[in-house]
């Protein structure tokens, strides 16, 4: 459910505040069945996600994908996760301003601000596909994770999501984690961090973890391009 203050938006297959000035999601309302399954919302100046707890389970092997494009996108006391299973690709996560090319890929360029204040955006892949993997890529010229979590997992065969951060300043604080993980026999995902000032205060981490026989994912720092 998207709200502008003046209406409510809820579409099978697409979810969207239809470019409000601002936009506050207090819940979100499954998209229905179908491949491709991709919950949009956009607004002209910022989003604010706030008490939110959602998972996005497979429907039709096809499990749903998140998009907030808006120059300011804050997550307050919310955890979404999108889970996919043994035989559906898994979902992704794409945060900034997002926007598709002439060949229908999907670009996410640099927000002016990213906030996840005691949030979790999870993607899960269950899969036994090197290539069906749960990614998670966020970019503007400030991401804060205060009390929050980014974690991209496999508990399946299958490769790790990735994990994508492109910040002119990155900060994590207060216990804050960005992790690339796997339960399973598959490897762990990458965490790719294009930064310009990367702040980990408060017993924050930066890390890829392996608890079975699956190999962990590494870790790719560089200089931010935003």
């Not at 491949?35 to 499990?63: C, D, F, M, R, W």
């Not at 360029?109 to 906030?115: D, L, M, T, Y």
Request: proline residues 2%; charged residues 15%.
């Amino acid at each position: 459910q998207a709200e502008d203050g003046i209406r409510d938006y809820k579409v099978t297959g697409v979810q969207t505040c239809a470019l409000p000035i601002f936009c506050t999601i207090s819940s979100i309302t499954s998209p229905g069945e179908g491949k491709g399954n991709i919950y949009t919302y956009s607004a002209l100046n910022s989003i604010n996600v706030s008490a939110v707890q959602y998972t996005a389970l497979p429907l039709n092997n096809e499990v749903a994908s998140f998009e907030f494009s808006a120059p300011i996108v804050t997550f307050t006391n919310t955890t979404i996760k999108i889970q996919a299973n043994t035989f559906g690709d898994a979902g992704a996560f794409r945060i900034g301003l997002v926007s598709t090319d002439a060949s229908n890929n999907k670009i996410v360029k640099p927000a002016r601000e990213i906030n996840l204040l005691e949030s979790s955006l999870i993607a899960n892949s269950t899969n036994s596909s090197e290539t069906k993997k749960g990614n998670i890529e966020a970019s503007a010229n400030i991401i804060k994770l205060i009390k929050s979590k980014l974690l991209a997992e496999t508990d399946g065969t299958g490769f790790g999501g990735q994990i994508t951060i492109n910040a002119e300043a990155l900060t994590l604080d207060s216990g804050s984690v960005v992790t690339a993980q796997t339960s399973g026999t598959g490897v762990g995902g990458t965490i790719h961090v294009e930064t310009g000032a990367l702040n980990i205060d408060s017993g924050a981490t930066l890390s890829t973890k392996a608890f079975n026989k699956g190999n962990a994912g590494m870790i790719q720092i560089g200089r931010a391009h935003v």
